[in-house]
């Protein structure tokens, strides 16, 4: 039983050494392009071997998950469950990449890359200390620009790129601020020092200054309006880059919202700005992504929307919930991602189909009735996971499922069952639901009641406007077209960025080619 604390820890730090090992394998003289390929998958199954063990070991070897194991180095038990999860889309978006990139090059390169984002992630997981929690952070950002450029000749791709560093390099000074704000008041940078002082003091001043800097660079980090431009422009990388991005990495800054949460909690001005940021961004980024066509521009309109929605969970309090959130939507979007060609096909199979407006009674009856079986999972099971006011905003979430199409000529017994399988289907997502909650994540909600009502109405807003769009499309046709343009918030970014901090994003050839056709036009 002694060597359950040393396997513990070895087993906890491998992942990290196997991919600062990947770094390096495909750049060695005389590895071939295949053997690189083979040895990062190799790595990388290792890496996820060891990352689950850990997980495992935790309680065995009576690890405290606050304790540090290494100066500057904790175990966070969100960050065991994030570190197995993260390792396994690594592997398959590696497996993935091997067939995708065939025949590209750089592809050595590439492998770098990537195993430089799961090796920052990882360290960042494991940050116990404000200067390796910005290290890492920064780390993950800079590994990922490689990949972002994996395509150096397309100048949307450049732009992006720049616009993604420019917002990483805010945030750095904003997470200094931070840490010489906290660093200042606690005579520590370590996190845990920090959390004791919180829990014996409480917060001055200066950590709730410090507490909004943090939440400030989270937002920049996870690509909140109005900085969310370079997430939807990077749409010019290779597919699985994508994938990484929006289910490995733009949704770091959840993890480190949950994993500050003592910080947020003695902060009122810090939860509000993220309620703000949050509620803003899932409203409006989800009125944009109705009206998009593009399957990639689109799911990364929805990421844009979870994030906010993530952040916004953070904000109210509900931290549990948040780290489901980051979990399911890492799944979901790796699948969609790595899934998007058969995408075109579900369209064009969609398109055989006589698409029919929702009738004006099931979008009256569908938030009633989906707000009613919610409560009623709820009171069977006797279940108080969350407050009553994220029951309604649930409810109105799951309110489509219960849509029945105008003039579809089904008698009252179809009618009736249609009704009982959407109710089936949202009780059944409660449920579901009530049991994940009950996983051992490390986190517990303190819901804030004032700022849930305001998200609510929020919600309230955003499926309002989703029933209208759906009765009155011709009435709400140009907030549809401010909608579809993204309320030209990023081309107000965009300008500002390009006039303050210029920079060469076209490549020299594109440049060459439009004074040509500049010239024959003036011809």
């Given at each position: 039983m002694e060597l359950l604390p040393q396997v513990f820890i070895f087993c906890l730090l491998s992942p990290l050494a196997l991919m600062v090992l990947g770094i390096v394998l495909p750049l060695l003289p005389g590895v071939s392009r295949v053997r690189a390929w083979r040895g990062f998958l190799a790595l990388s199954a290792a890496a996820l071997l060891a990352a689950a063990c850990a997980l495992g070991l935790r309680g065995v070897a009576n690890a405290n998950p606050a304790a540090s194991l290494l100066p500057w180095l904790a175990a966070p038990l969100l960050g065991g469950w994030l570190a197995v999860l993260v390792q396994l889309l690594g592997t398959l978006i590696g497996a993935f990449s091997f067939r995708y990139l065939q025949g590209e090059p750089g592809q050595q390169r590439y492998l770098a890359a990537l195993a430089g984002v799961l090796a920052a992630v990882h360290l960042l997981l494991l940050a116990d200390h404000w200067i390796v929690l910005i290290f890492a952070w920064a780390m993950v950002g800079m590994a990922l620009q490689h990949l972002l450029c994996f395509y150096p000749n397309r100048p949307f791709a450049q732009l992006a790129a720049f616009k993604k560093r420019l917002a990483d390099r805010l945030a750095d000074v904003l997470l200094l601020s931070a840490a010489a704000l906290a660093w200042g008041v606690v005579g520590s940078g370590s996190l845990s020092d920090l959390w004791a002082h919180l829990a014996r003091e409480g917060a001055s001043t200066a950590l709730q200054l410090s507490a909004v800097c943090l939440v400030l660079a989270v937002v920049l980090r996870t690509a909140l309006l109005p900085v969310h431009g370079w997430l939807i422009q990077v749409m010019e990388a290779p597919t699985p880059v994508s994938a990484l991005l929006h289910a490995g990495v733009v949704n770091l800054g959840g993890y480190v919202l949950i994993r500050c949460s003592p910080l947020l909690e003695h902060a009122a001005a810090a939860r509000w700005l993220l309620v703000a940021f949050g509620l803003g961004t899932a409203v409006l980024a989800g009125m944009v992504m109705l009206t998009r066509i593009s399957i990639?521009?689109?799911?990364?309109?929805?990421?844009?929307?979870?994030?906010?929605?993530?952040?916004?969970?953070?904000?109210?309090?509900?931290?549990?919930?948040?780290?489901?959130?980051?979990?399911?939507?890492?799944?979901?979007?790796?699948?969609?991602?790595?899934?998007?060609?058969?995408?075109?096909?579900?369209?064009?199979?969609?398109?055989?189909?006589?698409?029919?407006?929702?009738?004006?009674?099931?979008?009256?009856?569908?938030?009633?009735?989906?707000?009613?079986?919610?409560?009623?999972?709820?009171?069977?099971?006797?279940?108080?996971?969350?407050?009553?006011?994220?029951?309604?905003?649930?409810?109105?979430?799951?309110?489509?499922?219960?849509?029945?199409?105008?003039?579809?000529?089904?008698?009252?017994?179809?009618?009736?069952?249609?009704?009982?399988?959407?109710?089936?289907?949202?009780?059944?997502?409660?449920?579901?639901?009530?049991?994940?909650?009950?996983?051992?994540?490390?986190?517990?909600?303190?819901?804030?009641?004032?700022?849930?009502?305001?998200?609510?109405?929020?919600?309230?807003?955003?499926?309002?406007?989703?029933?209208?769009?759906?009765?009155?499309?011709?009435?709400?046709?140009?907030?549809?077209?401010?909608?579809?343009?993204?309320?030209?918030?990023?081309?107000?970014?965009?300008?500002?960025?390009?006039?303050?901090?210029?920079?060469?994003?076209?490549?020299?050839?594109?440049?060459?080619?439009?004074?040509?056709?500049?010239?024959?036009?003036?011809?």
């Open positions: 990639k521009v689109r799911l990364a309109w929805s990421t844009a929307a979870q994030m906010g929605f993530m952040v916004l969970e953070c904000g109210l309090g509900l931290y549990t919930l948040a780290a489901l959130h980051l979990i399911g939507h890492s799944l979901y979007k790796a699948h969609t991602f790595l899934s998007a060609s058969a995408a075109v096909q579900d369209t064009r199979i969609q398109a055989l189909y006589e698409m029919r407006s929702p009738a004006a009674l099931s979008l009256a009856l569908a938030p009633v009735l989906a707000a009613a079986s919610v409560f009623a999972v709820l009171a069977v099971f006797h279940d108080n996971a969350w407050p009553w006011w994220w029951s309604v905003v649930l409810a109105l979430a799951w309110a489509p499922l219960l849509w029945l199409p105008q003039g579809n000529g089904q008698t009252l017994r179809q009618t009736a069952l249609h009704y009982l399988a959407g109710v089936s289907m949202v009780a059944g997502l409660t449920a579901v639901a009530m049991l994940a909650h009950e996983l051992p994540l490390g986190t517990a909600n303190r819901p804030d009641t004032a700022a849930g009502l305001v998200a609510l109405l929020g919600m309230v807003c955003l499926h309002g406007w989703l029933v209208a769009v759906q009765r009155r499309p011709a009435a709400l046709a140009r907030s549809r077209r401010w909608s579809y343009a993204g309320l030209y918030l990023d081309e107000s970014y965009t300008r500002l960025a390009l006039r303050l901090w210029p920079t060469r994003w076209a490549p020299a050839s594109h440049d060459a080619h439009r004074a040509a056709a500049t010239a024959g036009a003036e011809a």
